[in-house]
């Protein structure tokens, strides 16, 4: 959504972004189960670190080991379930009710 750099600037249709954005934040803050798939931590990130830390939902992790060390020391109720895809999507769905 925003340009790949630190601050992550909004050069083109900044409004636009800032609405996903907005609709991003609501769904994780109301959210009972957020997954996180294959999404490396990056302490740039503060617009989507800050709502996974105070997101009051259980966090479903698949990715690699490193990054789930990071998401879960940002929101303790991270789980890991697996680091594949292909290993941790069955889990998801089952956590999902699905």
């Not at 909004?10 to 009972?32: F, T």
């Not at 302490?43 to 939902?57: L, T």
């Not at 789930?68 to 089952?94: H, I, P, Y």
Request: aromatic share 8%; glycine share 8%; net charge positive.
């Amino acid at each position: 959504m925003s340009q790949v750099s630190h601050y992550k600037e909004q050069p083109l249709a900044p409004a636009a972004i800032q609405q996903m954005r907005k609709r991003w934040n609501d769904g994780v803050h109301d959210a009972k189960k957020i997954a996180i798939i294959g999404v490396s931590f990056n302490s740039y990130d503060q617009h989507i670190i800050e709502q996974i830390k105070n997101a009051s939902g259980t966090v479903l992790y698949i990715g690699d080991e490193a990054s789930f060390k990071m998401w879960q020391a940002v929101n303790r109720s991270a789980q890991c379930l697996g680091r594949r895809l292909e290993d941790g999507f069955d889990k998801l769905l089952t956590r999902l009710g699905m």
